[in-house]
């Protein structure tokens, strides 16, 4: 007797377990929307309200990105009831348009800065939300800002308020920036892992830490040059904002010292002293001195007041009804990587076919390409480019918006566009190629394994355990060189530049913003509406929407997040908190991110290594 079942017993098993399965999702999407409906009637009074005369509280939480990474839709909701969350991401567009808004809601009559728990920002993005406060102000509104701690990120953004407050056992840490970083030339000697790089560009220093034990001088020069330039903008801004030297925001250890101890020790009045904060008040003083400002709330002991979560969900901009000539912003985020990438990342295949969504889209008159992206794989930039190309050959005007970073790989897919713009502070450049392979032959020898056989060609024979041949070296070598001169030569091209000057400024090096624009690399000083008003100008346009082509949902993905939402805010908190796994999957999360960028089809990147300050 047969061990199998018959055809026609297979079919209808087959048949069964597929009826069954979707019997079983059925049930579960109308029981969790039957409970949606539920927990919503019973709760449409709990709806955020904003009473007249409230403060609107930044309580900023975790990283300002200019796009957000992609996540699960039920993970998005289990989580969106923690509002602010240290390991989660603000989308900068949010915050500015929830800033614009407050400045004409007549309802908000003051924004406080609760930002002790802004975590690592762009200086560049953290200039796009101080202007935002700058047009608040303009309302006659004031801004305080209340901290425990103010580190640079936090200040910077706090020197934009009328008013600083500081806790009474705070500190304000200004130490200005530095570029270090770990050497694994003897370890990997010790090893016996021979690391073969190969690149062009005296400044490249992508590939140092496996070649040598310290930071040579040119990366040591051009760093020292970039860090100052970047420092030197933080500092005017914000002795402007508080007016102050700028020499008073930077002591030396001496100078440090002589201060403390004039403030018998204490950090806090130390801060006052120096001009930094305006106040010192505890938690409780702070209350107080809000509910004079702008009253108590109806309910509890608090100030009249609405956070800056909930207060975005009350603004929120709708699609508009009728959709005219449209200017559509495209989103190139992060590490260049080949095929297709979620939202959050820059795919070869990915953002190209975003590119190719906003060519064949008769509403879409220009685009704006906002670029925020230290470089990655070569084939990955060249495929994204070439949509650009395709772009202004459908008589549609590209405009770059350089975000923190465009650089590399960053900026070869901009170096096309009709017209770029850069912040003060981006980190731009770095025009250099390398590829690097590790072989481990000799590793492996010293342990006793060896690597033989035979093979038709000599390149058929390499192998990381057998290692590499001069004569593959020098084909490699080649390749980079000849990827050297192209992206040289592209940026000649567009830039209309002989090739000499860009060989001068190029050789890897990393410039801001705007020492590119004194170089030519770039065309004004601007951000991301400057660049939007450009798109327009190109396009010819008179009135236009503007509208973010981005990667959308699946239908079933929208209807779970959809339907999860209108519950998601009464889940307890247990249900949708789990710090120790949250940061043991982000550290493994940041570690395959990494690891991944490297992933070009030639092993062949234009990437910056050093725009991450």
Known sequence: MSAKPSVFKRILIGLWKGLNGTRKLLLNLFFFGFLALIVV??????????????????????????????????????KSNQGADVDGEILLADLLRTIDNAASDNRIAAIVLDIGELRGTGISKLQSIGEALERFKASDKPIIAM???YGQNQYFLASFADTIYLNPQGGVEIDGLSRYRQYYKSALDKLKIKAHVFRVGTFKSAVEPFVRDDMSAAAKEANSALLNDIWTSYEQ??????GLEQSDLVLTSEQYLVELDKAK??????????????????AEAFRLAMIDNVGKAKEGHQYKQINYYDYRTLVQELPPLMIQDTVGIIVAKGNILNGSQPAGQIGGESTSALLRKARFDDKVKAVVLRVDSPGGSAFASEQIRQEVLALKSAGKPVVVSMGS???????????????????PTTLTGS??????????????????????????????????AKGISPELKQIIQRQIERGYHDFISLVATERDMELAEVDSIAQGRVWSGKKALDLGLVDALGDLDQAVTKASELAKLDKFDTRVIEQELTPQELFIQEMFASVAAYLPESASNSQLADKIIGQWSKFAQEFSAFDDPNGVYLYCDTCNF
């Open 41 to 78: 009637a019973m709760n449409s009074d709990e709806l955020p309200t904003v009473e007249d005369g409230s403060a609107l509280v930044l309580n900023l939480s975790g990283t300002v990105v200019e796009q957000l990474r992609q996540v699960d839709p039920i993970e998005a909701v289990m």
């Open 147 to 149: 901290g425990n701690w």
């Open 237 to 242: 801004t914000v002795a402007r904002n508080r």
């Open 265 to 282: 020790g204490r950090s806090a009045e130390m801060a006052v002293n120096m001009g930094w904060v305006d106040k010192l008040a505890s």
């Open 405 to 423: 970073y465009a650089a590399s790989g960053g900026y070869w897919i901009s170096a096309s566009a009709d017209y770029i713009f850069a912040t």
């Open 431 to 464: 025009i250099g190629i390398f590829g690097m392979v590790a072989t481990f032959e000799d590793s492996l020898a010293s342990l006793g394994v060896y690597t033989d056989g035979v093979s038709t060609s000599d390149r058929a024979s390499f192998s990381l």
